[in-house]
């Protein structure tokens, strides 16, 4: 920890500080564009918090493509991209820091008047319930395994945005959805009296901010050094759950 330490208080001095070209997804409310059109959200306020005590300068684009983001990160248009998951085939095109911001845990969101009554240790105590699923969206093997099970109730939609408002209005009884989205749409729409989870999660995964290879050079080790000991420091004295508060994020500890 201390070589990483000394690495970040020399590396304005000892890096070109070119701006880093940092792609995103549009997940609000951890990255979106605000009236103006400017990237704007929790991720986003964390890298610029990052990299400007860093002393290098960034700039972020958001698109709506995963397709797209993920084109321009194999032939080198970005420098980083925002909020991925470990997946070993990702290794062929990504560079993984070793600390992560935050851990994405999925839940079965419910109507508050409900929770008392749904039960869940595994998914076949959800036959009775109605539930939702969005379409292309990848869900858990258990999940996926009981799809075209007899005797259970799924409703597939293509919109995930739309499932809290299903839910509200009584057409479905469950919906899995990770708890910074799902708490994103209930902070906005002023749904915080109407719904809850279950405490047992669907699954839980570390993301990170990650550096891409095709642009990766010969700054990047010690870049990816500085990240690491910036971020866990903003962990330890509490920095980054602040940051979490701000957008009515949960935190659990990444």
Known sequence: MRILFLLWL????????????????????????????????MDVELLTEIFTAMGVPIE?????????????????RYDLLMSHSFQPEREAYLLYPKQSHIRHSWHFFVRKADKARIQYQSIADLKPWRIGLTRDYAYTPELSAVLDAPGYQFQEIPLNQLQLRKLVAGRIDLVPMSLVTAFGQIREEGLTDQVDYLPKPLKSSPYYHVWCKARADADTPALMAAYDAELLQMKRNGRLKAIYDKYGIPYIEP
């Open 10 to 41: 020399l590396l304005p001095c000892a890096l070109t500080a070119k701006t880093l070209v940092i792609g995103g997804m549009l997940e609000p409310p951890l990255k979106y564009l605000d009236a103006q059109q400017r990237p704007t959200g």
């Open 60 to 76: 972020i684009t958001l698109t709506d493509s995963s397709a797209r983001l993920t084109r321009n990160a194999r032939t080198g």
